[in-house]
């Protein structure tokens, strides 16, 4: 059984940067996708954006241009990378995993907690 643990969470003032890490376990093979989602109080999850192998991927709608989502080679870590945080970015942050292309089967982190203050 897969297992995602994030870490990196916490409080920051608005303007700042933060540096969210997701480790995988269980699995001996390459996870094929890697996320992250948040979800703020009372709003639903969204994605915040992904990566399929290595390299760096740029964050969807609001946060593009001020997150980035990377992976290295061969490792099941994935990170993200915040700057520039508002307010709004306050939510707990989940790392998502898709074993393989076409996998039904997806694995969730339990999530680590962002706060930005103004």
């Known amino acids: 059984q897969v297992q995602l643990v994030e870490s990196g969470g916490g409080s920051v003032q608005s303007g700042g940067s933060l540096r969210l890490s997701c480790a995988a376990s269980g699995t001996i093979y390459l996870l094929y996708r890697m996320a992250w989602y948040r979800q703020a109080t009372g709003k639903q999850r969204e994605l915040v954006g992904s990566i399929a192998g290595a390299g760096v991927s740029d964050a969807e709608g609001s946060m593009k241009g001020r997150f980035t989502i990377s992976r290295d080679s061969g490792v099941n870590t994935v990170y993200l990378q915040m700057n520039s945080l508002e307010p709004e970015d306050s939510a707990v942050y989940f790392c998502?995993?898709?074993?393989?292309?076409?996998?039904?089967?997806?694995?969730w982190g339990q999530g680590t907690r962002v706060t930005v203050s103004s």
């Open positions: 998502h995993a898709v074993p393989r292309l076409g996998d039904q089967r997806e694995y």
